[in-house]
């Protein structure tokens, strides 16, 4: 089950680990628009870039202006999806709601599925993340037109260490 909320309030959970609070500190500088790392979003045109955060994590920074895609589950790594500027409408479901599109492709890392009247969605603006695990089935579209900022990190699942 995806866990969404502001940055600041999610900190807790990334006290579990190392790697965690690593994550969690690259995510505070990316939002810090006085950070040299956040600038160098903002001053980007439409791309993405990936960086190596170590531990087996990859920050995908994407600046791009989206329309909705199609919904995708992994089941190597989890998401952690944070909106820098802009806002985002993320559609979710789970997988098991949906008809599969395209069987899992171990390359990718993905499975893709048709959308259907079970997902749901959640508006996403500065300083939200959302936490998506493997039987979150997600994409994003555009709130308003214009550039969105964000960060997309792939951490291993093995990492991860939620439990209520």
């Known amino acids: 089950m995806a866990v969404i909320g502001k940055l600041d309030s999610l900190a807790s959970l990334f006290s ?7 994550l969690y500190t690259y995510l505070k500088q990316i939002c810090d628009p006085k950070h040299p790392s956040c600038q160098a979003l ?5 791309s993405s870039m ?19 895609g199609t919904l ?3 089941k190597e790594c989890v998401d952690f999806l944070l909106v820098v500027m ?4 993320l559609h979710l479901a789970d ?19 048709t959308h259907n009247s079970l997902c749901y969605q959640v508006p996403l603006h500065a300083g939200m993340l959302a936490i998506l695990f493997p039987n979150d089935a997600h994409t994003t579209e555009a709130k308003k037109p ?5 960060v997309v990190v792939k951490v291993p699942a093995s990492l991860i260490k939620f439990k209520l």
């Open 16 to 22: 579990k680990t190392q790697e965690l609070e690593n």
């Open 72 to 74: 995708e589950t992994h």
């Open 95 to 113: 997988k098991t709601d949906l008809s599969v599109l395209t069987p899992y492709n171990p390359e990718k890392d993905q499975e893709t599925y």
């Open 146 to 150: 214009g550039l969105i900022y964000k």
């Open 50 to 68: 990936v960086k190596e955060l170590g531990s087996g994590m990859c920050a995908i920074e994407i600046v791009y202006s989206p329309e909705l």
């Open 42 to 46: 903002l001053q980007r045109q439409a």
């Open 86 to 89: 802009g806002g985002e409408i």
